[in-house]
């Protein structure tokens, strides 16, 4: 086109068909005619053709089966998707309600659990492993109480709670006289071994005396040459013991249970009738209870997780109680350990337990050296005095007059508990769903062992209950913390008691001493306060 005009008016008319605008056939064109503009675009060759691909002759196949109908007893059933608690389940299977943890608290409980130790709950078959193959069962048991904020008492706190439960302990520890037999045996077989040169054996009134081993001389021996000779000095290991006894039974609880289980456990313990008695008492049991509750709940620990430190401190522990009382301190731990493991039918957990040389050698070194000691210094004496007489003989026979009926301490246990009696109803009623615990199961069996086995013995005295009195205050904390109305009023009017039975005990002590022929006991119960 010439003009714009004419551009515009080439533009807007449609193309004809008869018009080509395609050389028809080749041209030949000049470089000044290209650079001129006067030659026409070159036609862009046409696209390849696209061959189709050769077709591929087709391979025979193998001659299918018939196909068959299918029968149900062929088809494997859908698998059954067990669905996750719900948030509610999940909330309700802790003691305390969780919220959520501040920067401080989440280090704090970084660095309690993440790394430790004795209370992290897996279990495994041994050492610092978790849970192989090798395994008989594998049993769930809860993870350690994770401390919610704000449920976690502070250091101030936990200082005045200790405090408290030191003084219920060695307050006026000393105001009463030696009361009991067997104060005056123990007190009077130290005050000869602060006396003599040999302290690896004791006598009463200059005669050998092998009623108990020698580890509680040792701290009232110790306690006399720092207090000096009086009462409380004599009496002061056993209220520690106690007191330690309270602080163990807490701490285990605390990280299982959560904070107030663990203060009612160890409240509970410090005030009830029999544990307040025999630990104030200038003998061996108090020291014995710690000990044994050392051991025993050191062995859960290993059952728990299967490291070998708890194991090897619990064998520890028996062997400080071998020194303490004798082989009662290895049996006890033992069978609440072995019935528990039966109970689970799990052999190879029960021959990891007791696979541990370490563990052998830390017991036997403790206990052996005095009782190699014993036998070097008095024979076959030590041995039918200490082994026989006071050990096989107290369960044989009846020894000194202690004995009792089948059902004496199913009589005994309530009155020891005191003033938490009440609690003994909603323990009886939970007895099933405590026994599907791994933890319940472990507590019951070890009460229930110490209840029959004593209840079979000859000699009968109302301190053994005591030995299966751990168990029964962490189960009774429980349901202390969930206590209904009915058992409030209950255990009110129990405490009430107690406390009217303490303000007018020494009018039933002069009472007493007016209706007794025993010059010692008519003459210590004169003694009392007006």
Request: proline content about 10%; charged content about 15%; glycine content about 6%.
């Amino acid at each position: 086109p010439r003009s714009i005009s004419e551009l515009m008016e080439t533009v807007g008319k449609p193309a004809r068909p008869e018009e080509d605008v395609r050389p028809s056939e080749p041209q030949m064109w000049t470089a000044t005619a290209a650079q001129a503009g006067k030659a026409a675009p070159l036609p862009r060759p046409p696209p390849p053709a696209v061959r189709a691909p050769a077709a591929q002759p087709a391979l025979p196949l193998p001659p299918q089966p018939p196909a068959r109908a299918p029968t149900f007893d062929k088809i494997a059933p859908a698998p059954v998707r067990i669905p996750p608690p719900s948030a509610a389940e999940h909330r309700a299977s802790r003691p305390i309600p969780l919220t959520a943890l501040s920067p401080d608290d989440e280090d704090d409980y970084a660095r309690a659990f993440a790394s430790d130790d004795d209370d992290t709950q897996v279990m495994g078959g041994g050492g610092t492993d978790p849970a192989s193959p090798e395994a008989d069962t594998v049993i769930a048991v809860a993870a350690p109480m994770r401390r919610a904020y704000g449920a976690r008492p502070s250091l101030r706190l936990l200082g005045v709670l200790m405090t408290v439960l030191l003084a219920l302990w060695i307050a006026r520890l000393g105001a009463a006289p030696l009361f009991d037999v067997d104060e005056g045996a123990f007190a009077e077989a130290t005050r000869e071994l602060t006396l003599s040169h040999d302290w690896g054996s004791t006598t009463l009134n200059g005669v050998d005396r092998f009623d108990k081993p020698i580890l509680i001389y040792w701290f009232q021996a110790v306690s006399l040459k720092v207090f000096g000779l009086n009462e409380f000095a004599v009496r002061l290991p056993s209220a520690l013991a106690a007191f330690l006894w309270c602080l163990a039974i807490g701490q285990f609880a605390w990280r299982r249970f959560g904070p107030p289980v663990a203060i009612a456990a160890a409240g509970m313990l410090a005030t009830s009738l029999g544990p307040m008695l025999i630990g104030r008492a200038a003998t061996a049991d108090s020291l014995l209870n710690l000990l044994l509750t050392l051991a025993t709940l050191d062995l859960w620990r290993h059952l728990e997780n299967g490291h070998d430190g708890p194991r090897r401190r619990a064998f520890a522990w028996i062997g400080l109680g071998l020194l303490a009382k004798g082989p009662v301190a290895l049996l006890i731990p033992a069978a609440a350990a072995g019935l528990w493991l039966l109970a689970w039918r799990d052999r190879s957990r029960l021959v990891r337990l007791v696979n541990d040389p370490k563990a052998w050698a830390l017991m036997v070194g403790i206990s052996a050296p005095w009782y190699i000691y014993a036998i070097a210094r008095h024979g076959m004496a030590f041995v039918d005095g200490f082994l026989l007489h006071h050990n096989l003989q107290r369960f044989t026979g009846s020894l000194e007059g202690h004995a009792g009926s089948l059902f004496y301490y199913l009589e005994v246990l309530p009155v020891a508990m005191m003033p938490w009696t009440p609690l003994l109803v909603p323990m009886a009623l939970r007895l099933r769903a405590r026994w599907q615990e791994p933890l319940g199961r472990f507590m019951l069996l070890w009460l229930g062992f110490v209840l029959v086995f004593f209840s079979l013995s000859g000699t009968k005295l109302p301190h053994y209950v005591l030995y299966g009195f751990t168990p029964l205050v962490l189960l009774a904390a429980q349901e202390l913390v969930a206590v209904r109305l009915a058992l409030r009023l209950a255990l009110c009017a129990t405490i009430l008691g107690v406390v009217a039975l303490g303000a007018a005990s020494p009018w039933i002590a002069h009472e007493a001493a007016a209706l007794t022929h025993d010059p010692l006991y008519q003459a210590l119960l004169s003694s009392a306060p007006p």
